[in-house]
């Protein structure tokens, strides 16, 4: 009796550690018990590099372990994604995602190796930071409407700089076009720099860009708009593109937002939430995220978060359709 006593003891045992392991409880107890690791998909020194290291140095003030940021830059954000989507849910990895990693590599490339919906547990979206439309000071438009209306006369004439082909800043002109009803000529640029130096020099007449502001205080190209939902709190003279250019529900924003694995204990991601929110609330992070990156702290929710990679899904699925979008 004792030996079957022994043995039924056993078995239930493993059954529970079994349980254990599947549902995350054990690890979700006593969380966190060791150092973090956020994943920047970014190179060290940029903004999303910047924003994850600003995010790492707040959390710390109240978690009991040290949060550090690994850079693992390339393939579109896609390497950084990869590796966080494959990690152990235990809440010891986590990856600081954007707009490219979720909502538009999915429609941009055949062969992706991970699923932005089923792979990732949405914690929270940190910030968002939109495109200013600025155009060469020669240019007779002096407004959106104008811009538009001159693109309508002179089909295809107007050159708009990007980033680079399916990058966000060439969607967010491609979804002008659209909505605007014009056609231009999209010109992608591998290094932003050059781009500013040739809207400054009128090589190209328009640009959906975000390193502009510089040159337009010193007059050397003009900002007609911004392409956010609402007005950024700081530049609050400059219209959104929806009201500046007749275009309701025009937003082309990029965000950057945190993720863990799937199949995270909710304890976990509900933690997050909260401390990053946190963090989120002072003044000061306010104004360093909008000075690294000319944005707005969101802070929303896990639910929040997962309706708006859906949404943007789709949406950018179908300007890449529409407009015939392809990879060099």
Do not use: C
């Given at each position: 009796?004792?030996?079957?006593?022994?043995?039924?003891?056993?078995?239930?045992?493993?059954?529970?550690?079994?349980?254990?392991?599947?549902?995350?409880?054990?690890?979700?107890?006593?969380?966190?018990?060791?150092?973090?690791?956020?994943?920047?998909?970014?190179?060290?020194?940029?903004?999303?590099?910047?924003?994850?290291?600003?995010?790492?140095?707040?959390?710390?003030?109240?978690?009991?372990?040290?949060?550090?940021?690994?850079?693992?830059?390339?393939?579109?954000?896609?390497?950084?994604?990869?590796?966080?989507?494959?990690?152990?849910?235990?809440?010891?990895?986590?990856?600081?995602?954007?707009?490219?990693?979720?909502?538009?590599?999915?429609?941009?490339?055949?062969?992706?190796?991970?699923?932005?919906?089923?792979?990732?547990?949405?914690?929270?979206v940190v910030a968002s930071t939109p495109f200013f439309v600025g155009t060469h000071p020669s240019l007779p438009a002096k407004n959106l409407r104008e811009l538009i209306q001159l693109a309508k006369n002179k089909p295809g004439m107007?050159?708009?700089?990007?980033?680079?082909?399916?990058?966000?800043?060439?969607?967010?002109?491609?979804?002008?076009?659209?909505?605007?009803?014009?056609?231009?000529?999209?010109?992608?640029?591998?290094?932003?720099?050059?781009?500013?130096?040739?809207?400054?020099?009128?090589?190209?007449?328009?640009?959906?860009?975000?390193?502009?502001?510089?040159?337009?205080?010193?007059?050397?190209?003009?900002?007609?708009?911004?392409?956010?939902?609402?007005?950024?709190?700081?530049?609050?003279?400059?219209?959104?593109?929806?009201?500046?250019?007749?275009?309701?529900?025009?937003?082309?924003?990029?965000?950057?937002?945190?993720?863990?694995?799937?199949?995270?204990?909710?304890?976990?991601?509900?933690?997050?939430?909260?401390?990053?929110?946190?963090?989120?609330?002072?003044?000061?992070?306010?104004?360093?995220?909008?000075?690294?990156?000319?944005?707005?702290?969101?802070?929303?929710?896990?639910?929040?978060?997962?309706?708006?990679?859906?949404?943007?899904?789709?949406?950018?699925?179908?300007?890449?359709?529409?407009?015939?979008?392809?990879?060099?």
């Amino acid at each position: 009796m004792a030996v079957g006593r022994t043995a039924a003891a056993r078995s239930a045992a493993a059954g529970a550690l079994f349980l254990l392991g599947v549902t995350g409880a054990a690890p979700a107890q006593d969380y966190p018990a060791k150092p973090v690791r956020l994943i920047s998909a970014h190179a060290a020194g940029g903004g999303a590099d910047q924003l994850s290291r600003l995010v790492s140095t707040g959390v710390m003030k109240s978690l009991p372990v040290p949060v550090v940021v690994e850079n693992k830059p390339g393939a579109s954000t896609m390497i950084a994604a990869e590796y966080v989507a494959n990690a152990a849910p235990d809440g010891y990895t986590l990856l600081m995602a954007t707009v490219t990693t979720l909502s538009i590599n999915p429609a941009l490339f055949p062969k992706i190796r991970y699923d932005a919906v089923k792979d990732f547990a949405p914690l929270t979206v940190v910030a968002s930071t939109p495109f200013f439309v600025g155009t060469h000071p020669s240019l007779p438009a002096k407004n959106l409407r104008e811009l538009i209306q001159l693109a309508k006369n002179k089909p295809g004439m107007l050159n708009v700089g990007s980033s680079g082909n399916g990058t966000s800043s060439h969607l967010a002109g491609e979804l002008f076009n659209d909505m605007a009803g014009v056609r231009t000529t999209h010109v992608p640029y591998k290094a932003t720099a050059t781009r500013a130096t040739d809207l400054v020099s009128g090589i190209i007449q328009v640009a959906f860009a975000n390193d502009i502001l510089p040159f337009a205080q010193a007059g050397r190209v003009r900002i007609l708009a911004v392409t956010s939902a609402r007005r950024l709190s700081g530049y609050p003279e400059i219209p959104t593109v929806a009201e500046a250019g007749g275009l309701p529900g025009y937003e082309a924003s990029v965000w950057y937002g945190l993720v863990a694995p799937a199949r995270t204990p909710a304890s976990i991601v509900n933690k997050w939430h909260q401390t990053v929110g946190e963090v989120l609330a002072d003044a000061e992070v306010k104004r360093k995220i909008m000075s690294i990156l000319g944005g707005e702290v969101i802070g929303n929710s896990p639910a929040e978060f997962a309706a708006l990679i859906t949404s943007d899904l789709g949406k950018w699925a179908r300007v890449i359709k529409r407009a015939n979008v392809k990879l060099d």
